[in-house]
């Protein structure tokens, strides 16, 4: 009970008055004509995204004030269009709305009732399929497909008025059946952008694709397979002809003739160090063009992702050695998986060839030479499963394996002035065939150089490119990007509007303009004067209007500088308004730095970058969700926030920019590329890059990297030795985390060695540092390999043991979920030596790390287990796994087949269960994840017969 206590009577006082004050200010319940005049805007609003209370206020003669205050706050919500802020009807209101009107007649007569917004794509297309004009959805825009979601997302919740509609003839696509439609033109919108009516020419091109993509005849490798690979400079139309390749493909209703997946780099999560990224985003574009196959795509999709996370898990935990065999072993069952999907599912009446796409091939190039051969190495694995596949590429250079290489060049001197007078025609402006030829002639057949020639036209008529000074100043650059950027600069030189112009340059140095953004940053640097919020919107729909400059941000408030030229008149925009860009970088990170949001964290970000801000401060700033929206941004920074981003996005810096890299920046690049290194079986190219840098040797991230290299390369000796060195200098420094990371190495090699004393002497060494580091898993690390010491010294059922044990016990019955999902190789640790005590741990290891059925570990689990209790595995599982036991003694016949995840998540959600043989099937993962822990972590690789450099004194 409360404690009682007294109550004093100037307390009694203030209550009564705060309770009197909120009586006088409740408003009475509105009255009949309140509640009338409600029903009248509610049912206005039914069919309205949004709506502006002005607009609402004109249907009753005269206004009543109070009716629509009422209303807006009872049955509305604020928010955000692209017309501004605007109100709508709350999901229950508008519920209630359509259920009164219900019919046809009664819901297109609300929509006559207020004028509408052009932006409001859920009032269009309402209006379209009620009037039975809506194109089928196969065929609908983007923006049509958005409001045809946003229909049938009301109607849902309003079955009586869907029904009446219904019977009334009124004709609503399934609401999943729109969103499959928004996903299809999600892949297949931008390919049409780029391929649309002025695409000309390239029929070379395209019928070398066709003859290639068509050939029936099975191609075992990549050496018979000779993928296509087109190359040339930016804006030349390596995306346009693949995007018109894939289109007369794909057919306009997104129904495939021909399996297609484009797959492009320029995508931050597909990523050529990590292929099963593009196995994955295939299956998915495979799964939504072929309805038929969508299901078994789907399960596919979410395989490749479940091992994928398993990984980073592994990745991210940083466990010392090489990645474990089964993810290899994954990677290669998922690769046949894939080819048995393509031949059984996309054309089960006939098998036929599926086209791959990789576009963007520099952006997968600049992750670095080991990505690179991690990407081809799959590739081949891939082609060898699936013989019929085809792989086209698009790159700005030469790919550095074998394929069929077709430089693209400019247009064809005729096609070229076609285009030109295409794009001239386009903007309304009509002029004679000598002028598109002479132009043609001078300025190139680039594809992106001809749409600016056209906008300088179009902007200062065709008298200023008759003008051979200035044709002679454009063709004094000689690259087809500063050609480009000498027109653009052009283009922002004879900007109409006087404000307009003084925004562009140098306002476009920021990636993203609002009308907030205008006028809290570039009103003082671009000397704009007095900027209020209604001149800010002034300004921003100006800039708006310039399609040349920048495109809209949909259903925001957004716009972005023109990708295709951004890079190149960057350049311009900082040679010209040096000081201004530079202020601009700076009133932009205070202005983000105040802002909410992930996008403000970015841009902070960015315009941090962009000044060259040193390590810490960056560091201070960092956040991954950000960063991650940096990814298109790398060339446009300097050389310090290039290094420094390409660190963090996990990408090798090139060489020439990793000189100018601070001490932190650099050892993360190299920690990051040796893992790599190692994990490939590449030791001594590891000690060799660890010593590019000699002054660098004493950090113990590196010295740990050369103490695996050399364990390696089977030179125990000098690793131990190395590591004793590195302990002796951390113990001195007061360096626990060095320290403990040591040891564990040490003693790993060491118990690798069968020297379990050794072993187990430098971990009771490393137990006082690791309890000085905050939190328990240091402590838990050192503890456990202790307990993996003990045991395979064959002393386990030692008081000391039998101690150490419980106290493990203790420590891991504490772990959050949270530090288990971070630490996946400690939870199968700690499931090895004390699952039996504790079997969450063995289920929990099942889910994060899946269960192997290969190697020693897939024979201690087949071992431990009898008959008895696979078969009640069998019964338990049979329906929610979709496996059958053609003998139920055995596994499943088909338990090769599926991922370590797969049947991981399987066995964990049978033992979460309870069953009867529960204990058994822990015992036998127990035994299964102790092979596992018990694996050598150092053994010489095959490929790697070359000695290891001897050691500098």
Known sequence: MAELRSVTSAEITARLRARRARAEHTDAPPGPDAATSSAVYREAAALLGFFDAGELAALEEPANERALRDFIVRDCERVSTPAGPRWSLTAPARTEALELLGDRDRLLGSLAAVRPEPADTGRAMAEAYFRGAAPAVEAQTMDQ???????????????????????????LPATDDVRRAIEVTAVLQPMRLLADDHFVGRRAELELLSRYAENPEPLPDLAACRPVALYGPGGVGKSTVLSRFILDRVGTAGRPRLPCCYLTFDRADLLPQLPLTLLAEAAHQLGLLHPAAGERARSLEWAVRGTLLNASAAVVEGSTGPLPDWLRDDEDGLVQRFAHFAETALTPRTTGPLVMVLDTMERAQRQGPDAMARLWGFLDRLQHAYPLLRLVFAGRSRLDHPTRAVSLPGLEPALAVEYLGQQLAAAGVRVDREFLRRITGRIGENPLSLRLAAEVVRREGEGVLRDDEVLDRIMSTVEDEEVQAVLYQRVLDHLEHPDLKKLASPGLTLRRITPDVIRHVLAVPCELGEVDEARARHLFELLAGEGTLMDRVPGEQVLVHRADVRRATLRLLRRDNREATRSIHHLAVDYYAAAAGLEARAEELYHRLALGQDTVTLDEHWTPEAGALLDGALDELPSSGRVYLADRLGLPADPDTLTVADSEV??????????????????????????????????????????EALAALGLTAQA?????????????????????????????????????????????GARRMARALPGRIPHLRVDVAQLRVLRRAGVEGSDAAAALRASVLAVANELSRRERLRHPTLVRDLAAEVGDRMPELVSDTARLLGVTAEGKAGVALGETLTPDDIRDFASETETAAGWTAEDPTTLPVDWQTYTSGERGEVIAAYLDTTPEHGPAWTEALVKSYRAEADEPAFERRSDEDDEAPTEEA
């Open 145 to 171: 497909l958005a409001g045809t979601l946003r229909l049938t997302e009301w109607l849902a919740r309003a079955p009586r008025a869907a029904e009446t509609l219904t019977e009334q003839g009124v004709s």
């Open 666 to 707: 650099w050892t993360r690049q190299t920690v990051r590329r040796s893992r790599v290194l190692l994990a490939a079986g590449k030791p001594s190219t590891v000690l060799a890059l660890l010593r590019e840098r000699p002054e660098e040797g004493r950090r113990t991230e590196i010295v740990v990297l050369e103490v």
């Open 720 to 764: 131990l030795d190395r590591a004793a060195g590195a302990l002796r200098r951390a113990e001195q420094a007061g360096d626990a985390s060095g320290v403990v990371d040591l040891t564990l190495l040490a003693a790993k090699i060491s118990e690798d060695l069968a020297e379990y004393a050794d072993a187990f002497a430098l971990l009771e």
